[in-house]
């Protein structure tokens, strides 16, 4: 087996034109150790070679989740419009404004042209297809629907990442906000209020509590300022990194960002339509609903509905029906739970998840809009006091003067 993958990380891609038998003028391209072995492969198909050229990737890139989307989409559409599985790869890796992308995709068109089903091509980059992924296209080639596989992963795909972007995009901006609050301040604290301080040396009296206090904080950052911003820095790298490697912070902060005063909703209805979004794609393929929450839980991306997911696959297993394994967990709405039970009922669930899905989708839209209006004053309350008593602090001891004066 290891010899295997060492030949394969040898080979290299070459592409190639001659004649066949009959005389016709054909290309294509094949993957080999060396340009001998491929004019030897080529001669025993009955081709005369003409020119054979080696095929460089150009380095540099990674493929990102939105990569993965957009190929989703252009196969989708292509193998709906009759395009062959093989050209259609063809198609969208040329057309790859990223080298990796391109060089991934032509990895892939390699295994299939070797033999291999699409699914395990797949599946040999778990790090860009995920087990859903692989599933439900497994699903859709036993079928014989990939395409219409394809347009539902696509579409799942386009709406997660939508409602992860919205997720973003409501974080970032009372963040960034507040960073830049703090670099501002340090700015003032260490360049600012220093040049205050050597005029009210001269002025020979008390200096109000404010002012004082304010020097006094200015002192501390002057004097520690090469320890404060790379213990900062290190402290939010290292945190970070944690976060990614320890189940345990993993834990910890799902179960903190459910609970936040006001993203912990926005949080929850967001990981609730993921969950349902995930489940009904999958159940509409036709994936039985057992095999099915293996994937739904790790889609959903919070532990707290990893582990609910698992309870009621648990229960299913054991009779019970979805809509009352659910409930057991405790962590879906009335909503949620009487949609389910709606669905499986008339034996529509796949729909009835979709407009769970929707809904919360919407409410998730409308939650984001809501948060922008009104983390807009909030954030300039925050700002004026902190800047604005700052300077205040600074200008008591000139009014104190001037009332003197």
């Given at each position: 087996?290891?010899?295997?993958?060492?030949?394969d990380?040898?080979?290299?891609?070459?592409?190639?034109?001659?004649?066949d038998?009959?005389?016709?003028?054909v290309?294509?391209?094949?993957?080999?150790?060396?340009?001998?072995?491929?004019?030897?492969?080529?001669?025993?198909?009955?081709?005369?070679?003409?020119?054979?050229?080696?095929?460089?990737?150009?380095?540099?890139?990674?493929?990102?989740?939105?990569?993965?989307?957009?190929?989703?989409?252009?196969?989708?559409?292509?193998?709906?419009?009759?395009?062959?599985l093989?050209?259609?790869?063809?198609?969208?890796?040329?057309?790859?404004?990223?080298?990796?992308?391109?060089?991934?995709?032509?990895?892939?068109?390699?295994?299939?042209?070797?033999?291999?089903?699409?699914?395990?091509?797949?599946?040999?980059?778990?790090?860009?297809?995920?087990?859903?992924?692989?599933?439900?296209?497994?699903?859709?080639?036993?079928?014989?629907?990939?395409?219409?596989?394809?347009?539902?992963?696509?579409?799942?795909?386009e709406?997660?990442?939508?409602?992860i972007?919205?997720?973003?995009s409501?974080?970032?901006?009372?963040?960034?906000?507040?960073?830049?609050a703090?670099?501002?301040?340090?700015?003032i604290?260490?360049?600012?209020?220093?040049?205050?301080?050597?005029?009210?040396?001269?002025?020979?009296?008390?200096?109000?509590?404010?002012?004082?206090?304010?020097?006094?904080?200015?002192?501390?950052?002057?004097?520690?300022?090469?320890i404060?911003?790379?213990?900062?820095?290190?402290?939010i790298?290292?945190?970070?990194?944690?976060?990614?490697?320890?189940?345990?912070?993993?834990?910890?902060?799902?179960?903190?960002?459910?609970?936040?005063?006001?993203?912990?909703?926005?949080?929850?209805?967001?990981?609730?339509?993921?969950?349902?979004?995930?489940?009904?794609?999958?159940?509409?393929?036709?994936?039985?609903?057992?095999?099915?929450?293996?994937?739904?839980?790790?889609?959903?991306?919070n532990?707290?509905y990893?582990?609910?997911?698992?309870?009621?696959?648990?229960?299913?297993?054991?009779?019970?029906?979805?809509?009352?394994?659910?409930q057991?967990?405790?962590?879906?709405?009335?909503?949620?739970?009487?949609?389910?039970?709606?669905?499986?009922?008339?034996?529509?669930?796949?729909?009835?998840?979709?407009?769970?899905?929707?809904?919360?989708?919407?409410?998730v839209?409308?939650?984001v809009?809501?948060?922008?209006?009104?983390?807009?004053?909030?954030i300039?309350?925050?700002?004026?006091?902190?800047?604005?008593?700052?300077?205040?602090?600074?200008?008591?001891?000139?009014?104190?003067?001037?009332?003197?004066?």
């Amino acid at each position: 087996m290891a010899t295997e993958k060492q030949d394969d990380k040898q080979q290299t891609t070459f592409a190639w034109e001659g004649k066949d038998k009959t005389g016709k003028q054909v290309r294509g391209e094949l993957r080999a150790a060396s340009e001998t072995v491929v004019r030897t492969t080529l001669r025993r198909q009955g081709i005369m070679v003409g020119k054979i050229k080696k095929i460089s990737f150009k380095s540099g890139g990674k493929v990102t989740d939105k990569d993965v989307t957009l190929f989703t989409r252009q196969m989708a559409t292509m193998m709906k419009s009759g395009v062959p599985l093989l050209q259609a790869f063809d198609i969208v890796g040329k057309g790859a404004g990223n080298p990796a992308v391109g060089k991934l995709l032509f990895d892939i068109k390699t295994d299939v042209e070797t033999g291999s089903a699409l699914n395990q091509a797949f599946r040999k980059f778990p790090l860009y297809f995920d087990q859903l992924y692989c599933n439900l296209v497994e699903a859709g080639e036993q079928a014989g629907i990939l395409d219409q596989l394809l347009d539902r992963l696509a579409t799942y795909k386009e709406k997660t990442q939508a409602i992860i972007g919205k997720i973003k995009s409501a974080l970032f901006y009372p963040i960034s906000v507040l960073v830049v609050a703090f670099i501002v301040t340090a700015v003032i604290m260490i360049f600012v209020v220093p040049q205050f301080k050597q005029v009210f040396t001269s002025f020979g009296a008390d200096l109000p509590g404010p002012t004082l206090v304010v020097m006094a904080i200015s002192d501390w950052f002057v004097a520690n300022w090469y320890i404060i911003f790379p213990l900062i820095g290190g402290g939010i790298y290292g945190f970070l990194y944690t976060w990614k490697r320890s189940l345990p912070v993993q834990i910890f902060m799902d179960k903190l960002a459910l609970r936040l005063p006001i993203f912990g909703e926005v949080i929850r209805k967001a990981t609730i339509a993921r969950w349902t979004r995930t489940l009904s794609t999958m159940f509409a393929a036709g994936v039985p609903l057992v095999e099915a929450l293996d994937s739904v839980g790790g889609a959903s991306g919070n532990y707290i509905y990893k582990q609910a997911t698992l309870q009621i696959k648990s229960e299913i297993s054991t009779g019970s029906s979805l809509t009352v394994a659910m409930q057991n967990t405790n962590v879906f709405p009335n909503m949620v739970l009487q949609m389910v039970s709606i669905g499986e009922e008339s034996g529509q669930l796949d729909a009835m998840l979709g407009k769970v899905a929707d809904f919360f989708e919407a409410e998730v839209d409308d939650a984001v809009a809501s948060l922008s209006s009104l983390m807009e004053p909030l954030i300039m309350v925050v700002l004026g006091v902190l800047i604005g008593g700052i300077i205040v602090a600074m200008y008591l001891p000139i009014f104190k003067l001037g009332a003197v004066v």
